[in-house]
């Protein structure tokens, strides 16, 4: 690099050096801890710097690398154990990826293999949590990206389809335009996906119920995942005031859709005072207040009322759509011929249908759709004996569905 221009960015644009500074928010009284991202980015910039000073001008070298070190190291092994609290951020999810990028490539030995980790993490929940390099999860921060309906233009999705490629994996198209900054990091700094990660991305894990506790009155994320089905949980507001944002339920399949309008959905729309519990989903199903979205291009088999059975990605898709209850449920390809009369029979109370759905096979699933923020919208779960308090939830348990199920 051209000295004077290294000169420059050492001391007019990397200005952070030194001890750690002060991690609340400026002009605030001391009263508010500065935003995650924010605190990745600044000390992971000033623990950088001050490394390289110590390894090309000794003399500038500062003495408290080592502590610097120490706390940096364990404020990551702190968040790959509990999780992001701005947890999908949009757009912040990028800087924080792009800092563990470069901790990674350039830390000390404990930081770098810490930030690996954390790394690991967050692609393993997104692996999990996406079909096809699409998602809609709910998020922390940026309400005014609530009303947005693309499931795959997010900081995220622009990353992981670069280290989809070096994987040697088809990510189906190139990041969004927006997206392109952050996929340029994840190009020119060192990374690779590990290889448990690659399977979820290729759906070659099988069939799997995910959960996802971020602590006190915080959203969870839920999702079941198969082979071309993916149903994610929209999330529930546990606090009236809140920068979390919650989504409708979606029901995604292999099919390439890219925005919400041509995905099922179910599930009230985030909008304030109102307090959603999008949490209504179960091993192939779902199930919220409100009624479903079907796009148009799905092939109708059969109706009755307000029950509807339609074929797609060589899956039947039984749905029942009223203004105050909306249930979906997938019956796989390798399932009997489905009779939508014997699944009317079966549900034909309205009232026991508002508590409970009975699968063709006699599988029951019980909910409660009106059930209060900060709990799990389905009953008498046997798959998760996790409870229904979503407070008291691991940051990520997988649950393995067993065949027949």
């Given at each position: 690099?051209?000295?004077?221009?290294?000169?420059?960015?050492?001391?007019?644009?990397?200005?952070?050096s030194?001890?750690?500074?002060?991690?609340?928010?400026?002009?605030?009284?001391?009263?508010?801890?500065?935003?995650?991202?924010?605190?990745?980015?600044?000390?992971?910039?000033?623990?950088?710097?001050?490394?390289?000073?110590?390894?090309?001008?000794?003399?500038?070298?500062?003495?408290?690398?080592?502590?610097?070190?120490?706390?940096l190291?364990?404020?990551l092994?702190?968040?790959?154990?509990?999780?992001?609290e701005?947890?999908?951020?949009?757009?912040?999810?990028?800087?924080?990826?792009?800092?563990?990028?470069?901790?990674?490539?350039?830390?000390?030995?404990?930081?770098?293999?810490?930030?690996?980790?954390l790394?690991?993490?967050?692609?393993r929940?997104?692996?999990?949590?996406?079909?096809s390099?699409?998602?809609?999860?709910?998020?922390?921060?940026r309400?005014?990206?609530?009303?947005?309906?693309?499931?795959?233009?997010?900081?995220?999705?622009?990353?992981?389809?670069?280290?989809?490629?070096?994987?040697?994996?088809?990510?189906?198209?190139?990041?969004?335009?927006?997206?392109?900054?952050?996929?340029?990091?994840?190009?020119?700094?060192?990374?690779?996906?590990?290889?448990?990660?690659?399977?979820?991305?290729?759906?070659?894990?099988?069939?799997?119920?995910?959960?996802?506790?971020?602590?006190?009155?915080?959203?969870?994320?839920?999702?079941?995942?198969?082979?071309g089905?993916?149903?994610?949980?929209?999330?529930?507001?546990?606090?009236?005031?809140?920068?979390?944002?919650?989504r409708?339920?979606t029901?995604?399949?292999?099919?390439?859709?890219r925005?919400?309008?041509?995905?099922?959905?179910?599930?009230?729309?985030?909008?304030?005072?109102?307090?959603?519990?999008?949490?209504?989903?179960?091993?192939?199903?779902?199930?919220s207040?409100?009624?479903?979205?079907?796009p148009?291009?799905?092939?109708?088999?059969?109706?009755?009322?307000?029950?509807a059975?339609?074929?797609?990605?060589?899956?039947?898709?039984?749905?029942?759509?009223?203004?105050?209850?909306?249930?979906?449920?997938?019956?796989?390809?390798?399932?009997?011929?489905?009779d939508?009369?014997?699944?009317?029979r079966?549900?034909?109370?309205?009232?026991?249908l508002?508590?409970?759905f009975?699968f063709?096979?006699?599988?029951?699933?019980?909910?409660?759709?009106?059930?209060?923020?900060?709990?799990?919208?389905?009953?008498?779960?046997?798959?998760?004996?996790?409870?229904r308090?979503?407070?008291?939830w691991?940051?990520?348990?997988?649950?393995?569905?067993?065949?027949?199920?």
């Open positions: 690099m051209y000295p004077k221009t290294r000169e420059h960015l050492l001391r007019h644009l990397l200005t952070l030194g001890p750690r500074g002060n991690l609340k928010v400026p002009y605030t009284l001391g009263m508010f801890r500065e935003t995650e991202n924010h605190i990745l980015m600044m000390e992971g910039s000033r623990y950088l710097k001050d490394r390289w000073l110590s390894i090309h001008r000794r003399k500038e070298g500062r003495s408290d690398l080592e502590r610097q070190g120490s706390w190291s364990d404020f092994r702190e968040k790959a154990r509990k999780g992001l701005e947890f999908n951020s949009q757009p912040y999810i990028g800087f924080t990826l792009t800092i563990l990028l470069a901790l990674s490539a350039f830390g000390g030995r404990e930081v770098s293999r810490k930030a690996r980790g790394l690991d993490v967050l692609n929940t997104y692996a999990l949590s996406s079909i390099f699409r998602r809609y999860p709910p998020f922390n921060r309400r005014d990206h609530a009303g947005k309906g693309w499931v795959d233009k997010d900081p995220h999705t622009s990353m992981m389809k670069v280290w989809a490629l070096r994987a040697g994996l088809d990510p189906g198209c190139l990041p969004y335009r927006g997206g392109f900054k952050h996929a340029l990091m994840a190009y020119v700094l060192p990374y690779d996906l590990p290889e448990d990660v690659k399977g979820l991305l290729t759906g070659d894990a099988g069939r799997h119920l995910v959960f996802m506790g971020h602590g006190r009155s915080r959203s969870p994320e839920i999702c079941s995942r198969g082979p089905y993916l149903i994610t949980a929209g999330g529930a507001r546990c606090r009236r005031i809140t920068d979390e944002v919650v409708p339920i029901v995604m399949f292999d099919d390439g859709a925005h919400l309008d041509g995905i099922v959905h179910l599930g009230m729309r985030d909008r304030f005072p109102v307090r959603p519990n999008n949490t209504g989903v179960f091993h192939r199903f779902a199930v207040k409100g009624p479903v979205h079907v148009k291009g799905f092939k109708e088999i059969d109706r009755n009322g307000p029950w059975l339609y074929k797609h990605s060589r899956m039947d898709v039984c749905v029942h759509s009223t203004e105050e209850l909306g249930i979906v449920a997938l019956l796989g390809h390798d399932s009997p011929a489905i939508l009369e014997d699944i009317t079966r549900n034909n109370d309205p009232k026991e508002s508590e409970r009975i063709p096979d006699g599988t029951v699933v019980r909910y409660e759709p009106k059930a209060r923020p900060g709990t799990y919208v389905i009953k008498d779960n046997d798959l998760w004996p996790g409870g308090y979503t407070d008291k691991p940051p990520l348990t997988i649950v393995q569905v067993p065949d027949g199920r």
